[in-house]
């Protein structure tokens, strides 16, 4: 959509996670869209450039099952690029989390298939490997990427 070659990130505040099972006030959104996400749950420190997939499993505690609320703050128009959606919150309006957590070993993180069900009818369907092949690899880049500017992952991030 941005004509990137690779994904965008953002940093998130507190309030923009939402527990399970609450209602959403739409007021406060502007064109939201829905995406299914894996949520990665650190407990050790997670800081590139350098982070590899072995890192990352190291370092994950669980993963939570996720729907991020899409909401762009900006129009979406042709010429929009990658400095657009960062300067966006990379379209980040807000993220459910699941109350179901789940140890990497536990499960194949590159198979857990996800549906968007609305009013009985599948609207869309995925699988995580669609994330750069396993999420795994897209924590690790997500890792490396604001790592090189000192960012780090901590414990419960």
């Known amino acids: 959509m941005a004509g990137s070659t690779e994904p965008d990130f953002s940093a998130m505040t507190d309030d923009m996670f939402i527990p399970e099972d609450t209602p959403i006030d739409m007021s406060g959104l502007f064109d939201p869209m829905v995406e299914i996400e894996i949520a990665f749950v650190m407990k050790d420190a ?3 450039p350098g982070v590899t997939v072995v890192d990352v499993i190291r370092a994950t505690d669980f ?19 990658l400095i657009d959606t960062v300067a966006d919150l990379a379209a ?19 198979r857990v298939k996800g549906s968007i069900v609305r009013n009985g009818v599948v609207e869309q369907e995925g699988l995580s490997s669609a994330v750069l092949g396993n999420p795994v690899t ?8 604001p790592g090189a500017f000192g960012f780090t992952f901590e414990p419960g991030q």
């Open 46 to 48: 997670l800081k590139g």
């Open 63 to 81: 993963v939570l099952p996720a729907i991020e609320i899409v909401d762009f703050r900006v129009a979406r128009a042709p010429g929009m690029n």
């Open 92 to 110: 980040c309006g807000a993220v459910v989390l699941g109350a179901n957590p789940r140890r990497l070993e536990a499960i194949d993180v590159r």
């Open 138 to 145: 897209s924590v690790a880049w997500l890792a490396n990427k």
